[in-house]
């Protein structure tokens, strides 16, 4: 509950961003530079006189669109990878698998920057790079589900109608896998926004002034001792966030499992 | 009044509840047995065969519920015992095998332990005491105890845990044997392998015995008596070779009309619709949505179980 | 009568490999099996667990390839075809399978299962192809509004008339039966039994029918293969093998039915457990369980045995 809660606040300020925010997220204005947490500037502002509050609220919009890009290209691949070493087997399992080990070898944390690093800054190639280490989660997960389905007495009645092998892969097997997919890919959103914070902090991702939130953090480290809010409110939002997140996938689990039992 | 020496049951409902509503099971069973007699309880999916089994072993746990009635065995009312009298008959009195039996023994603990386990909780022995007799017990149903009794459940073939199943169940020497569709998980010529070993055994040790089954064959064959269950009631009971020879219930009729018979070439007639739901049960007679011989009284009143003839008995509305 | 399927020493083995370095071992689930089928007959196959009849049907379907012999059909040797190249032949094999809860895709519409047959093979237009799917349900007794219901949302008997339909809807010549009413009550199964005479009658339909009920076989069958440990022990018409039965194993199984009305019967019920298929006996598979067991039988495995015009014993023994 409290978790939907959170995750939906998050939602609707990403789309109400242009309404919410007070001020332009981008625009400087040195005269109010530095200031702290006021009625005209609820987070206060930062070294380039911009208000934290729209900054950090603008700043979802960029979250949820990282969340979204993640969540298809990984979630793309994963499946596409996932139900083709399931449901063939043999050979093109084991070159799948292990491509997919290799990948699994890296902590996520230090693959992503490797990745990010090596296709160089930005938002988009910091998508790409955590998209590349997420995949591989829903590709051991889908592979395990098209194991199990293509033993099933119904797929093997569509052989003998005579689907091919690209149709049942398809048409039969993938549609059986979403579920299980989609709530992985959920619980694993609040890692997402994790991991881009990471590589915001560390400059890798999105690039001064995209108000992404790891990079407002960032922004504050110089002066985290007496202007504090530039940094606390964006490090909030994302605790907030990831909380929210995964007490949704623990709802969602739950809410699966039980009826799963029965 | 007991219409069985060693068991009676009356007037038994048992419900379930279910997230889509409560499941009335068991719809007020008329049941009983006499020692060292063998009834056979045949009927479908759903017809609560197996729920009355359970009851009477008091195995029955939430969402399940007794609500209603009375078993007696000999002249104690067992749904009135407390769970440790209930505990002494379980297993030394009334003993239970069931339809998978490599799923009915404990993974974890070899063949040796669990029969010497059957065997102590009988006795009121430990169970280290009591690996003497398990030899006996495995020679007794034609098993190499050498060779078994370090087996685990997974090592054994269908038709080897079934015997380690019996000899659980009757190196006890219980008054009441429960066996729950034992064959109907094994191969033909292992089925009449059990089944002519349980003929022997229960002979021996002298016990009754209620197996139930959907095979009308088995019933006829292994019983002294069979009851027919429908949808959580006894529709007849009456002696194995009249009930075959002139079923009076529908159901019944229906039944034995539905079942290929080698050497019989007649068209085989099936019943027309499905077994009810049981939460949503049809008014008076289960029977009646699905009966050629229905009339007005059926859709409002359950027929009770009465005699018709010596020894046999229907609830049907035709006959009373 | 024309031959519609031809089966020339069909063999399937299974490797199974405990590790990566051990020698692999071999289930021989069908081994050397050889027998014709008459276009517009029932033939059963009948065997207890690890006979192979399980495997014998799908490999006739070419749905397992067989490890070596050789396929007929229709007088085409279909043995080495690709799967491409079987696809004109699938419109005309298909199969019922036993579980009626887990042969039809839970998550599409009845209509779905049903008509995929016909978007595979035919370009037929929508129309078209929901007036077919509307005829073959009417036909196994199920209604128009029933295409657009999901599988969960009907009985086990009902499903079964689905897979039926599904099965008909391309009007295949061939379908193999795999113990499609095992899993129903006995009243569905009898509802279930007349719908596939039925049938066969009305499409003039040839069945390879694998069960292992014999009063089934009585029922249904006009010719009969007995098969134990991946061999045929006997075949030949339903009466050869109901009245005149040859072999040990035959006779076993016939006299281990339970039936209604004879009271308690004296049998000589084949002692011993079915062996592990990864270790056949030597000579007869059946020699270790059977009354008439002899040291040939352990020694040789008997040839086929013709014990009068199409009815055949492998036994050395034969009655």
Same mark, same amino acid.
């Given at each position: 509950?409290?978790?939907?809660?959170?995750?939906?606040?998050?939602?609707?300020?990403?789309?109400?961003?242009?309404?919410?925010?007070?001020?332009?997220?981008?625009?400087?204005?040195?005269?109010?530079?530095?200031?702290?947490?006021?009625?005209?500037?609820?987070?206060?502002?930062?070294?380039?006189?911009?208000?934290?509050?729209?900054?950090?609220?603008?700043?979802?919009?960029?979250?949820?669109?990282?969340?979204?890009?993640?969540?298809?290209?990984?979630?793309?691949?994963?499946?596409?990878?996932?139900?083709?070493?399931?449901?063939?087997?043999?050979?093109?399992?084991?070159?799948?698998?292990?491509?997919?080990?290799?990948?699994?070898?890296?902590?996520?944390?230090?693959?992503?920057?490797?990745?990010?690093?090596?296709?160089?800054?930005?938002?988009?190639?910091?998508?790409?790079?955590?998209?590349?280490?997420?995949?591989?989660?829903?590709?051991?997960?889908?592979?395990?589900?098209?194991?199990?389905?293509?033993?099933?007495?119904?797929?093997?009645?569509?052989?003998?109608?005579?689907?091919?092998?690209?149709?049942?892969?398809?048409?039969?097997?993938?549609?059986?896998?979403?579920?299980?997919?989609?709530?992985?890919?959920?619980?694993?959103?609040?890692?997402?926004?994790?991991?881009?914070?990471?590589?915001?902090?560390?400059?890798?991702?999105?690039?001064?002034?995209?108000?992404?939130?790891?990079?407002?953090?960032?922004?504050?480290?110089?002066?985290?001792?007496?202007?504090?809010?530039?940094?606390?409110?964006?490090?909030?939002?994302?605790?907030?966030?990831?909380?929210?997140?995964?007490?949704?996938?623990?709802?969602?689990?739950?809410?699966?499992?039980?009826?799963?039992?029965? | 009044?007991? %219409?069985?020496?060693?068991?009676?049951?009356?007037?038994?409902?048992? $419900? =379930?509840?279910?997230?889509?509503?409560?499941?009335?099971? &068991?719809?007020?069973?008329? &049941?009983?047995?006499?020692?060292?007699?063998?009834?056979?309880?045949?009927?479908?999916?759903?017809?609560?065969?197996?729920?009355?089994?359970?009851?009477?072993?008091?195995? $029955?746990?939430?969402?399940?519920?007794?609500?209603?009635?009375?078993?007696?065995?000999?002249?104690?009312?067992?749904?009135?015992?407390?769970?440790?009298?209930?505990?002494?008959?379980?297993?030394?009195?009334?003993?239970?095998?069931?339809?998978?039996? $490599?799923?009915?023994?404990?993974?974890? =603990?070899?063949?040796?332990?669990?029969?010497?386990?059957?065997?102590?909780?009988?006795?009121?022995?430990?169970?280290?005491?009591?690996?003497?007799?398990?030899?006996?017990?495995?020679?007794?149903?034609?098993?190499?105890?050498? %060779?078994?009794?370090?087996?685990?459940?997974?090592?054994?073939?269908?038709?080897?845990?079934?015997?380690?199943?019996?000899?659980?169940?009757?190196?006890?020497?219980?008054? &009441? &044997?429960?066996?729950?569709?034992?064959?109907?998980?094994?191969?033909?010529?292992?089925?009449?392998?059990?089944?002519?070993?349980?003929?022997?055994?229960?002979?021996?040790?002298?016990?009754?015995?209620?197996?139930?089954?959907?095979?009308?064959?088995?019933?006829?064959?292994?019983?002294?008596?069979?009851?027919?269950?429908?949808?959580?009631?006894?529709?007849?009971?009456?002696?194995?070779?009249?009930?075959?020879?002139?079923?009076?219930?529908?159901?019944?009729?229906?039944?034995?009309?539905?079942?290929?018979?080698?050497?019989?070439?007649?068209?085989?007639?099936?019943?027309?619709?499905?077994?009810?739901?049981?939460?949503?049960?049809?008014?008076?007679?289960?029977?009646?949505?699905?009966?050629?011989?229905?009339?007005?009284?059926?859709?409002?009143?359950?027929?009770?179980?009465?005699?018709?003839?010596?020894?046999?008995?229907?609830?049907?509305?035709?006959?009373? | 009568?024309?031959?519609?399927?031809?089966?020339?020493?069909?063999?399937?083995?299974?490797?199974?490999?405990?590790?990566?370095?051990?020698?692999?071992?071999?289930?021989?689930?069908?081994?050397?099996?050889?027998?014709?089928?008459?276009?517009?007959?029932?033939?059963?196959?009948?065997?207890?667990?690890?006979?192979?009849?399980?495997?014998?049907?799908?490999?006739?379907?070419?749905?397992?390839?067989?490890?070596?012999?050789?396929?007929?059909?229709?007088?085409?040797?279909?043995?080495?075809?690709?799967?491409?190249?079987?696809?004109?032949?699938?419109?005309?094999?298909?199969?019922?399978?036993?579980?009626?809860?887990?042969?039809?895709?839970?998550?599409?519409?009845?209509?779905?299962?049903?008509?995929?047959?016909?978007?595979?093979?035919?370009?037929?237009?929508?129309?078209?192809?929901?007036?077919?799917?509307?005829?073959?349900?009417?036909?196994?007794?199920?209604?128009?509004?029933?295409?657009?219901?999901?599988?969960?949302?009907?009985?086990?008997?009902? @499903?079964?008339?689905?897979?039926?339909?599904?099965?008909?809807?391309?009007?295949?010549?061939?379908?193999?039966?795999?113990?499609?009413?095992?899993?129903?009550?006995?009243?569905?199964?009898? @509802?279930?039994?007349?719908?596939?005479?039925?049938? @066969?009658?009305?499409?003039?339909?040839?069945?390879?029918?694998?069960?292992?009920?014999?009063?089934?076989?009585?029922?249904?069958?006009?010719?009969?293969?007995?098969?134990?440990?991946?061999?045929?022990?006997?075949?030949?018409?339903?009466?050869?093998?109901?009245?005149?039965?040859?072999?040990?194993?035959?006779?076993?199984?016939?006299?281990?039915?339970?039936?209604?009305?004879?009271?308690?019967?004296?049998?000589?019920?084949?002692?011993?457990?079915?062996?592990?298929?990864?270790?056949?006996?030597?000579?007869?598979?059946?020699?270790?369980?059977?009354?008439?067991?002899?040291?040939?039988?352990?020694?040789?495995?008997?040839?086929?045995?013709?014990?009068?015009?199409?009815?055949?014993?492998?036994?050395?023994?034969?009655?």
């Amino acid at each position: 509950m409290v978790g939907t809660f959170i995750v939906l606040g998050f939602i609707l300020l990403a789309i109400f961003a242009p309404l919410l925010s007070p001020y332009d997220p981008i625009k400087t204005n040195l005269p109010e530079r530095l200031r702290p947490p006021s009625k005209e500037h609820l987070f206060g502002t930062d070294q380039f006189g911009r208000d934290i509050l729209s900054r950090v609220i603008y700043g979802a919009r960029i979250e949820v669109w990282i969340i979204f890009l993640v969540t298809v290209i990984s979630g793309a691949i994963g499946i596409g990878v996932g139900i083709t070493a399931g449901y063939f087997g043999g050979l093109v399992d084991e070159i799948l698998m292990r491509i997919t080990d290799i990948f699994l070898a890296f902590p996520r944390l230090i693959l992503a920057m490797a990745l990010s690093a090596m296709l160089g800054r930005g938002l988009t190639n910091a998508i790409l790079a955590i998209s590349l280490v997420e995949w591989t989660v829903i590709a051991r997960l889908a592979r395990a589900e098209a194991m199990k389905i293509k033993s099933q007495p119904y797929i093997e009645a569509i052989r003998a109608v005579g689907a091919s092998n690209f149709r049942i892969l398809f048409l039969h097997v993938l549609p059986m896998c979403l579920s299980p997919v989609l709530v992985q890919l959920t619980l694993r959103m609040g890692t997402i926004i994790l991991t881009a914070a990471g590589l915001g902090f560390l400059g890798l991702g999105a690039q001064p002034p995209t108000p992404e939130w790891g990079a407002i953090v960032s922004d504050g480290r110089s002066y985290l001792v007496q202007q504090w809010w530039i940094s606390t409110f964006p490090g909030l939002f994302i605790a907030v966030v990831v909380l929210g997140f995964n007490l949704l996938g623990d709802g969602i689990r739950d809410i699966l499992d039980p009826r799963l039992r029965r | 009044m007991r %219409r069985g020496s060693l068991l009676d049951i009356s007037g038994l409902r048992v $419900i =379930f509840h279910t997230y889509r509503g409560t499941i009335k099971a &068991l719809n007020g069973v008329e &049941l009983w047995l006499n020692e060292e007699e063998r009834l056979g309880v045949v009927g479908e999916t759903g017809c609560g065969k197996s729920v009355t089994a359970l009851s009477v072993m008091r195995l $029955i746990e939430q969402p399940g519920e007794i609500t209603e009635g009375s078993i007696w065995l000999n002249d104690k009312d067992l749904l009135k015992l407390s769970e440790e009298e209930m505990d002494r008959i379980r297993g030394k009195h009334i003993s239970m095998i069931f339809q998978e039996p $490599i799923a009915a023994l404990n993974p974890v =603990f070899k063949v040796g332990f669990q029969v010497a386990e059957a065997i102590a909780h009988s006795q009121g022995i430990t169970i280290k005491d009591a690996y003497p007799q398990v030899r006996e017990a495995l020679e007794m149903v034609g098993l190499d105890w050498q %060779r078994t009794i370090d087996l685990y459940a997974h090592e054994l073939s269908g038709g080897m845990a079934q015997r380690v199943m019996i000899a659980m169940a009757l190196a006890v020497k219980p008054k &009441l &044997l429960i066996a729950d569709e034992p064959t109907s998980a094994l191969d033909v010529t292992i089925q009449a392998q059990i089944l002519e070993l349980l003929d022997k055994l229960v002979t021996v040790s002298q016990s009754a015995v209620v197996l139930i089954t959907h095979d009308l064959g088995i019933a006829s064959e292994f019983c002294d008596r069979v009851a027919v269950m429908y949808a959580g009631n006894v529709v007849e009971i009456a002696t194995s070779e009249e009930i075959f020879s002139q079923p009076l219930h529908p159901y019944t009729k229906g039944l034995i009309d539905s079942i290929p018979v080698v050497g019989r070439s007649k068209e085989l007639a099936g019943i027309p619709g499905v077994v009810p739901d049981l939460v949503d049960p049809p008014s008076g007679c289960r029977f009646h949505p699905r009966c050629k011989e229905v009339f007005d009284k059926c859709h409002t009143e359950l027929p009770s179980l009465s005699q018709v003839k010596p020894n046999h008995y229907v609830a049907c509305h035709l006959y009373q | 009568m024309e031959v519609l399927v031809d089966v020339k020493n069909l063999k399937k083995y299974f490797e199974i490999r405990k590790s990566l370095f051990a020698r692999p071992v071999y289930v021989k689930a069908v081994d050397d099996v050889s027998f014709q089928i008459q276009r517009g007959s029932i033939f059963a196959v009948v065997g207890e667990s690890g006979s192979g009849k399980s495997t014998l049907g799908r490999t006739i379907l070419k749905l397992i390839e067989p490890t070596s012999g050789k396929l007929v059909y229709d007088g085409k040797d279909i043995t080495n075809l690709s799967g491409k190249e079987m696809l004109q032949y699938r419109r005309q094999m298909q199969i019922v399978q036993q579980d009626p809860y887990n042969s039809l895709h839970p998550r599409k519409l009845v209509k779905d299962i049903v008509g995929e047959g016909l978007k595979i093979h035919l370009k037929m237009k929508p129309d078209e192809v929901y007036t077919h799917i509307k005829e073959i349900l009417e036909l196994v007794g199920l209604r128009e509004e029933h295409m657009f219901r999901y599988p969960h949302e009907f009985s086990g008997g009902q @499903r079964q008339r689905i897979a039926i339909a599904r099965a008909l809807v391309l009007k295949p010549k061939f379908v193999v039966l795999d113990e499609p009413t095992s899993a129903l009550d006995v009243s569905v199964q009898a @509802r279930a039994l007349a719908l596939l005479r039925d049938l @066969r009658e009305k499409f003039s339909l040839t069945y390879l029918f694998i069960t292992h009920n014999l009063a089934v076989v009585d029922y249904m069958a006009t010719h009969v293969a007995v098969m134990y440990l991946g061999k045929v022990m006997e075949i030949g018409t339903k009466d050869d093998i109901f009245l005149r039965a040859s072999h040990p194993y035959t006779l076993a199984l016939l006299d281990c039915v339970p039936t209604v009305g004879t009271g308690r019967k004296i049998r000589s019920v084949p002692r011993g457990e079915i062996p592990n298929p990864t270790k056949p006996p030597s000579g007869c598979v059946f020699h270790t369980r059977c009354p008439k067991a002899q040291k040939i039988c352990q020694e040789q495995e008997p040839a086929f045995v013709e014990v009068s015009p199409g009815h055949y014993c492998r036994c050395h023994f034969c009655a």
